[in-house]
C-alpha cells in the first residue's frame, strides 16, 4: 500500500518557468511533509518541510502548498533554473511519540529544467 | 566536515556472495537508516536504528541483517546476494528534536551495487 503518491513521475520545464510537484497522502496521521532534493550522483538532501497547520510556506523560489481537507500538497518551483535540475521526494511522518520513527516517501519526480 | 561516509562507494558481487556496507556518521545522530533506491520505486527503507544497539525492520527487510554495535556506525549485510538486490543503497542519520520523533535526515552519497 502506497501511501505517499507522487506526481508526476518525470517533469520538463523551460527556464523562467514554474515547476508543479504534487503528493497525495492516505493517513490522516501524518503531521510533516519534507521535501527532498536530490542531483545525479548524490544523497537526498532536506529542501523544505511544512507542518498541517500551515497552508503554505515559502523559501525563495521554493513553496509547498498544503491542503489538508484535500489531503495534498505540492512544491512549487518559481523562476525554475537549469541549476534546479534533479529528482525531487515528497515524503510524510507520523509523530507517533514513540521510538517507532520513519519517513514514507514517494515515488520521486524527475525535474529536467531547459536553458 | 565529514557528515554520512558510506563505504565501499561501488561493489560488483556474484550471485550467492556475501558482503557489508558501512556507514559512518560524526554527527553523533541517535537514528540511522539504510534505504535502498531503484528507478521508479522510490526510496524504501530497509532497516533503522534508534540507539546504539538496537535496530527494527523497515519496508523491505528481507535478504538483509544490520547492526549498530557503535552509535557512529551502521553496517548492512547481505548473506547471499541476489540479482534482485542490484541498486543503489543510501545510509542516512537524523537527530529527532526535543519532544519530536522529526528530525532532517543527512543522507551520505549512495554506495552502487551490482550482483550478476
Known amino acids: 500500500q502506497q501511501q505517499v503518491k507522487q506526481s508526476p513521475q518525470s517533469l520538463i520545464v523551460q527556464k523562467g518557468g514554474i515547476s508543479i510537484i504534487n503528493c497525495a497522502y492516505e493517513n490522516t496521521a501524518f503531521d510533516y511533509f519534507p521535501w527532498y532534493q536530490q542531483f545525479p550522483g548524490k544523497g537526498p538532501a532536506l529542501l523544505i518541510a511544512i507542518r498541517p497547520d500551515v497552508s503554505e510556506k515559502k523559501e525563495g523560489r521554493f513553496t509547498i502548498s498544503f491542503n489538508k481537507s484535500a489531503k495534498q500538497f505540492s512544491l512549487h518551483i518559481m523562476d525554475s533554473q537549469p541549476g534546479d535540475s534533479a529528482t525531487y521526494f515528497c515524503?510524510?511522518?507520523?509523530?507517533?511519540?514513540?521510538?517507532?520513527?520513519?519517513?514514507?516517501f514517494g515515488k520521486g519526480t524527475l525535474l529536467t529544467v531547459n536553458p | 566536515n565529514a557528515g554520512v561516509t558510506q563505504t565501499p562507494k561501488f561493489r560488483v558481487l556474484k550471485t550467492g556472495q556475501s558482503m557489508t556496507l558501512l556507514c559512518a556518521q560524526d554527527m553523533n545522530h541517535e537514528y540511522m537508516y539504510w534505504y535502498r533506491q531503484d528507478p521508479g520505486m522510490g526510496l524504501r527503507l530497509i532497516h533503522y536504528s534508534v540507539g546504539e544497539g538496537t535496530t527494527a525492520k523497515g519496508e523491505v527487510p528481507d535478504g538483509y541483517n544490520v547492526s549498530r554495535l557503535k552509535k557512529q556506525n551502521f553496517l548492512l549485510g547481505l548473506e547471499s546476494a541476489a540479482p534482485s538486490q542490484t541498486s543503489v543503497y543510501f545510509c542516512?542519520?537524523?537527530?529527532?528534536?526535543?519532544?519530536?520523533?522529526?528530525?532532517?535526515?543527512?543522507f551520505g552519497e549512495g554506495s552502487r551495487l551490482t550482483v550478476l
Open positions: 542516512a542519520s537524523s537527530r529527532p528534536r526535543a519532544g519530536e520523533n522529526t528530525g532532517e535526515l543527512f
Open positions: 515524503a510524510a511522518f507520523r509523530n507517533s511519540g514513540g521510538s517507532n520513527y520513519k519517513l514514507t
